[in-house]
């Protein structure tokens, strides 16, 4: 990591966005340390995931909140579209009120969103609304944070960061608990800790963690890009 980079004052945020457990991994250069937030649905995942996130919801470098029980509209259509967009204000309002917590500022962001991935299985309305959920994040982080260039990386561009372009998400959660990128700060984690010694080697990447991987993945690529193009 570039001195530059170490003695600026930057908080790097990284979000993953789903609109049921979007992850989000704050780095700031002060601390030198990671920050993990899952934004989860309640009762998300199995028995034994949520018993996981429970394990994890104590730990000093996570953030694990969930959300509000939204309700719908069932057979009205203007009804249920106008509450999908005041939820996703909330969800927005929420995540910034929860990055500021932990930052303690509005100033000095960088920010990255991993891209969607074009061969999901998702149905069409599903991605539109989950475009639409991004977008207005999007937008109240740019107006809250006064953030000048908000990043947009391909899920390809993040697995070559971790290896491969055609990783899929068995070999993504390898390749962070083998801390492929060599990061110390990872690896001093509680939630690293907890991943290596309590989950280890999985075909299915338990809820949040897989969320989590792929903001932590992203703010390593934000920061390593971030040092390149920053003068000694």
Not at 73 to 84: I, P, Q, T
Not at 120 to 142: F, H, P, R, V, Y
């Amino acid at each position: 990591m570039l001195r530059w980079v170490k003695e600026s004052k930057l908080n790097l945020v990284t979000v993953d966005f789903s609109l049921n457990s979007p992850g989000i991994c704050i780095w700031q250069s002060e601390t030198n340390r990671y920050h993990f937030i899952s934004y989860l649905k309640p009762k998300s995942g199995t028995k034994a995931e949520q018993k996981r996130q429970e394990d994890i919801e104590s730990f000093p470098d996570v953030s694990l909140i969930h959300q509000p029980d939204w309700k719908s509209s069932v057979g009205d259509y203007s009804k249920n579209e106008f509450a999908k967009i005041k939820r996703y204000i909330t969800t927005a309002e929420h995540i910034i009120k929860l990055i500021v917590g932990i930052t303690q500022t509005y100033d000095d962001y960088h920010i990255a969103f991993e891209g969607s991935s074009y061969g999901s299985k998702m149905g069409t309305n599903n991605i539109i609304d989950m475009a639409a959920g991004a977008a207005i994040l999007k937008e109240q982080m740019i107006e809250k944070f006064e953030v000048k260039n908000l990043l947009t990386v391909a899920p390809t561009t993040i697995k070559k960061h971790a290896g491969k372009g055609n990783m899929n998400k068995a070999a993504l959660w390898m390749a962070f608990l083998n801390n492929v990128c060599e990061s110390d700060e990872l690896a001093s984690s509680h939630l690293h800790k907890y991943c290596v010694s309590e989950i280890g080697e999985v075909t299915k990447v338990p809820k949040p963690f897989d969320d989590l991987v792929d903001a932590w993945f992203l703010n390593h690529y934000l920061l390593q890009q971030l040092g390149e193009n920053l003068p000694d």
